[in-house]
T-cell receptor, first 114, second 113 residues
Framework: GENVEQHPSTLSVQEGDSAVIKCTYS??????FPWYKQELGKGPQLIID?????GEKKDQRIAVTLNKTAKHFSLHITETQPEDSAVYFC?????????????FGQGTTLQVKP | DAGVIQSPRHEVTEMGQEVTLRCKPI?????LFWYRQTMMRGLELLIY????????DSGMPEDRFSAKMPNASFSTLKIQPSEPRDSAVYFC???????????FGPGTRLTVT
């Protein structure tokens, strides 16, 4: 079945350093890959996404890269700040007719130390 | 926009009782998703609807779980009878295909004692 693997499960960095989270997916037909940030007591919030027709997308301190051949994608956060501390989830879209569902990775708990 | 609205935010009930969780999707969104989140199993998709029709309910754990979407602005997830292992945070999300961004509600924390 469809599967998304996410690594690492926990990540601790010093403020100002970069953080990288990696995901692999199994469905070669997937063409949409979002990233979500979940703060304590809240629902996941979409922070950035990438579609299969591009290899990289950047939004200020956040960037995502996609390698469709290898079926993996990554989230890069530069100049990390304490408020970046949260759980991050990657996901891959599995399409069905004119709609689709997201398969989520297991999550990465990011801690940014001041 | 008010975003996805879920109620109640917290629910504590005793084993064997019926539990009903409610969701109002973002106005205009025609896909609605119910998820369950636990430490052990992470974020699991239970069921999703498109245009009020259930498309995939393969994630519904047992017959004790049922979901309905009587109209475009309301959905319920019901557990009857509830069991302690149903304790989790339940999220509702909505989207507007072919734009696949899903927007999550704040969740309902369910505790079954």
């Amino acid at each position: 079945g469809e599967n998304v693997e996410q690594h690492p499960s926990t990540l601790s960095v010093q403020e100002g350093d970069s953080a990288v989270i990696k995901c692999t997916y199994s469905d070669s037909a997937s063409n949409y890959f979002p990233w979500y940030k979940q703060e304590l007591g809240k629902g996941p919030q979409l922070i950035i996404d990438i579609r299969s027709n591009v290899g990289e997308k950047k939004d200020q301190r956040i960037a995502v890269t996609l390698n469709k051949t290898a079926k993996h994608f990554s989230l890069h956060i530069t100049e990390t700040q304490p408020e970046d501390s949260a759980v991050y989830f990657c996901a891959a879209l599995v399409r069905s007719s004119n709609t689709g569902k997201l398969i989520f990775g297991q999550g990465t708990t990011l801690q940014v130390k001041p | 926009d008010a975003g996805v609205i879920q109620s109640p935010r917290h629910e504590v009930t005793e084993m064997g009782q019926e539990v009903t969780l409610r969701c109002k999707p973002i106005s205009g969104h025609n896909s609605l998703f119910w998820y369950r989140q636990t430490m052990m199993r992470g974020l699991e998709l239970l069921i999703y609807f498109n245009n009020n029709v259930p498309i995939d309910d393969s994630g519904m754990p047992e017959d004790r779980f049922s979901a309905k979407m009587p109209n475009a602005s309301f959905s319920t997830l019901k557990i009857q009878p509830s069991e302690p292992r149903d304790s989790a945070v339940y999220f509702c999300a909505s989207s507007l295909p072919p734009i696949y961004e899903q927007y999550f509600g704040p969740g309902t924390r369910l505790t079954v004692t």
